[in-house]
């Protein structure tokens, strides 16, 4: 599986949305979003140009104009978002074709198939405002915080066990 960085600023530049929405109903202008979360204007034009064909933010052009989502946080989940940006979420080698050895499924096909059915389900299950509560509950969370495009990892301690970065 690649989630790349466009789907990464996608849900980002989403939730930073989420969340102003909450103080203003105003348009939000996107370079204040690229500013917030220290994405380059021009690759977040792009991504929002996608966002707004697929239906998830409206646009209001001129003075005072900006972007804003298209239906309440609680109806935009995650997958939807990267969906819209023309993510590849798919784990096979084959993109799901079952063709993995020349025509054939290999022997893991059906592993990693079972593997994009949870990852589609568990990104389905999340929505924008469950993120934004989310925010809200780190210290150091609020409207006016930056809410980076980071995904943690997962490090080895010495006695073998992980533990989140």
């Not at 074709?97 to 589609?120: P, R």
């Not at 509950?137 to 915080?145: L, V």
């Not at 809410?147 to 997962?154: E, G, S, T």
Request: aromatic letters at 4%; proline letters at 5%; charged letters at 20%.
């Amino acid at each position: 599986m690649k989630l790349t960085t466009k789907g990464r600023f996608a849900v980002t530049a989403m939730l930073d949305l989420a969340i102003q929405a909450e103080e203003s109903d105003a348009p939000i202008p996107i370079a204040q979003v690229a500013d917030r979360q220290k994405i380059s204007l021009p690759y977040l034009e792009q991504i929002f140009c996608r966002l707004r064909r697929a239906g998830l933010v409206e646009s209001t052009r001129g003075p005072g104009g900006g972007y804003r989502l298209a239906e309440p946080a609680q109806s935009i989940t995650i997958d939807r978002i990267i969906l819209a940006v023309d993510e590849n979420m798919d784990t096979t080698q084959c993109g799901g074709e079952g063709t993995c050895l020349g025509g054939a499924s290999c022997l893991t096909h059906h592993l990693w198939e079972d593997l994009n059915g949870v990852i589609e389900r568990f990104l389905a299950g999340i929505s924008l405002a469950s993120l934004a509560a989310e925010a809200e509950k780190h210290p150091g969370g609020g409207h006016s915080a930056q809410i980076p495009a980071v995904i943690p990892v997962r490090q080895k301690e010495a006695h073998g066990s992980t533990r989140s970065a």
